[in-house]
T-cell receptor
Framework: GENVEQHPSTLSVQEGDSAVIKCTYSDSASNYFPWYKQELGKGPQLIIDIRSNVGEKKDQRIAVTLNKTAKHFSLHITETQPEDSAVYFCAASRGTDKLIFGTGTRLQVFP | DAGVTQSPTHLIKTRGQQVTLRCSPISGHKSVSWYQQVLGQGPQFIFQYYEKEERGRGNFPDRFSARQFPNYSSELNVNALLLGDSALYLC?????????????FGPGTRLLVL
């Protein structure tokens, strides 16, 4: 079945720096790749997603890139702020099947 | 507008007991999915219901069951609880059942099995 690996497990950056989180997937039929942010005591919240017919997508300080050949996708956060501190999850799906989540990255942004 | 609500927020049970978790989706959403999130890991899909019918099931034993009501709220039942069932149980709702539809998660029910 589909497997999603996520790295790093923890990431510490200085406020204003960029943060990059990487995920790889195993099922070449996967075509939908969302990213979720989970703050303490809350459920995951969708922050950005990308479909397999697109290589890159941006939304203000957040961007996601997809390399279908290599089967990996990445989350880029620029100009990080303390409120970006949270656990981030990537996920993959065939579009008609369930979401498979990565193991999460704990991002800490220090002022 | 109210988001996805779940009850109870926390629950403590002992091994062998049964538990029922409840979820109310966002108004107008007909699809509800349940996930189990063990500490330090990503959510794992348990069930999806759409229009009161089961649309998908993850790799969980038959001790796990769910249903959806005419008002689209849902219940997750777990029988014969094991220590390993301790986790955060998340409910997510969406307009339609496709995973590419934005899923809105509730805050979860934290279950501790002693």
């Amino acid at each position: 079945g589909e497997n999603v690996e996520q790295h790093p497990s923890t990431l510490s950056v200085q406020e204003g720096d960029s943060a990059v989180i990487k995920c790889t997937y195993s099922d070449s039929a996967s075509n939908y790749f969302p990213w979720y942010k989970q703050e303490l005591g809350k459920g995951p919240q969708l922050i950005i997603d990308i479909r397999s017919n697109v290589g890159e997508k941006k939304d203000q300080r957040i961007a996601v890139t997809l390399n279908k050949t290599a089967k990996h996708f990445s989350l880029h956060i620029t100009e990080t702020q303390p409120e970006d501190s949270a656990v981030y999850f990537c996920a993959a799906s065939r579009g008609t099947d369930k979401l498979i989540f990565g193991t999460g990255t704990r991002l800490q942004v220090f002022p | 507008d109210a988001g996805v609500t779940q009850s109870p927020t926390h629950l403590i049970k002992t091994r062998g007991q049964q538990v029922t978790l409840r979820c109310s989706p966002i108004s107008g959403h007909k699809s509800v999915s349940w996930y189990q999130q063990v500490l330090g890991q990503g959510p794992q899909f348990i069930f999806q219901y759409y229009e009161k019918e089961e649309r998908g099931r993850g790799n969980f034993p038959d001790r796990f069951s769910a249903r959806q009501f005419p008002n689209y709220s849902s219940e997750l039942n777990v029988n014969a609880l094991l220590l390993g069932d301790s986790a955060l149980y998340l409910c997510a709702s969406s307009l339609r059942p496709q995973p590419s539809e934005t899923q809105y998660f509730g805050p979860g029910t934290r279950l501790l099995v002693l």
